[in-house]
């Protein structure tokens, strides 16, 4: 039985779906061991995967952001891209298809209609950082 049996997928879709929010206080449990950031970064060194890094260099201003998308590599010489940037923010796309754990999480919506869930996006950023407004 998933989640969304419980709390009723129908209710859900009828009132909160593009209506308001729905706060699941502890839905993750211990996020952190579902995927780490060494897979995440190895993942966006990759070309195979949907991966963008949103920086802001050292010397740029607060509204200056640069986007790299895979493959991303860290420079020789740097050993993290806290080495290299202000700010970061690295996106990752479908981890959902690299990840099983992911995979599982998805399953407890697969209540709604397939055309509605994309993927599951990941975030991996250092304090203070942002994506920017969208």
Not at 59 to 85: Q, R
């Amino acid at each position: 039985m998933t989640l969304f049996d419980k709390l009723g997928g129908d209710r859900f879709l009828q009132m909160n779906w593009e209506n308001k929010p729905l706060f699941i206080k502890s839905f993750l449990s211990d996020t952190e061991s579902m995927i780490d950031s060494t897979d995440l970064i190895e993942m966006a060194s990759n070309e195979y995967f949907e991966s963008r890094l949103i920086a802001q260099d050292f010397n740029a201003s607060d509204v200056e952001l640069t986007i790299k998308h895979a493959p991303i590599s860290i420079d020789t010489g740097k050993n993290s891209f806290s080495d290299l940037y202000k700010n970061w923010t690295l996106v990752s796309h479908n981890v959902n298809l690299y990840n099983n754990r992911l995979m599982e999480v998805q399953k407890e919506f697969e209540f709604l209609p397939a055309w509605l869930f994309d993927d599951a996006m990941t975030t991996l950023s250092n304090a203070g950082s942002t994506i920017g407004a969208h």
